[in-house]
């Protein structure tokens, strides 16, 4: 454990360690960190922030440096959202560990009732679930943003649950939280967006439960930066199935 890690844990605290990973996310990076750095768990519970710059050609990893107390790896090359959190993981001192992506969609405040879940031994996994009160709505002035990657969230859900017998309503959700010994028995292959139905895939089959409480979410557009495509979806799919049978 480094010396930042024994200063920020006080004798007997459990640490959680937020990953973020992060490409080319200049426009929200900055506002993101200062959301992280000012969630607070409560007593027993202390945090560490990671963040993992996969090779940005924009400015993340200049704003990212001008702030105190996140420790920052740097990959050289882009490799992807699962290998990004595999070196965050890696790196990890943390009891706990949190998924946080580096935009804006989620709340960090959120995080807290994540994390209780599993600090307070009730889950071992905790998941943020954004669907499972958010109705489709085609029209109106509250219509469904992206109702193809919500559509779509909703079918690799059921075949998640399909396959593996479980009742969760979002897979995809950048919002995992995890006992750092669930995550000590599995092995991450997963480069890309691809590590969501790995991981879930995993620790299903583990006969873990996955205990899920909604979120709030602000989904953005592709012009403000999204990556994920219809691409991505048919990789998860074919992640979901290969993992059901295979290691």
């Known amino acids: 454990m480094d010396f930042l890690c024994l200063q920020l844990r006080k004798k007997n605290e459990m640490l959680v360690s937020i990953i973020i990973p992060a ?8 506002k993101l960190l200062e959301k992280v750095k000012k969630v607070e768990f409560g007593n027993g519970i202390s945090k560490e922030i990671i963040l993992v710059n996969d ?11 001008k702030f105190e107390g996140i420790k920052v790896i740097n990959h050289k090359k882009n490799l992807g959202k699962g290998a990004a959190i595999r070196s965050g993981i890696k790196v990890s001192n943390g009891d706990i560990i949190a998924i946080q992506d580096a935009d804006l969609e989620y709340n960090p405040s959120d995080l807290v009732r994540l994390v209780k879940l599993v600090y307070q031994n009730i889950a071992e996994v905790a998941y943020g679930t954004r669907l499972q009160n958010y109705p489709l709505k085609i029209i109106g002035a509250k219509k ?9 969230n909703k079918f690799l859900t059921f075949c998640t649950n399909l396959l593996y017998g479980s009742r969760i309503t979002d897979m995809e959700t950048c919002y995992k939280v995890f006992k750092r010994s669930v995550l000590s028995g599995i092995k991450i292959k997963s480069n890309r967006f691809d590590f969501e139905p790995e991981i879930t895939a995993k620790i299903l089959k583990k006969g873990i439960k996955i205990h899920e409480i909604p979120i709030s979410v602000k ?20 992640t979901l199935i290969k993992f059901r049978f295979s290691d």
């Open 23 to 30: 490409y080319n996310e200049e426009k929200t990076v900055g």
């Open 55 to 65: 090779a940005s050609i924009d400015k993340t990893l200049d704003i990212v440096k």
């Open 144 to 152: 469904t943003p992206l109702v193809t990657h919500y559509l779509g």
């Open 219 to 238: 989904p953005r557009g592709y012009e403000e930066g999204k990556k994920i495509s219809w691409k991505d979806g048919l990789i998860a799919l074919w």
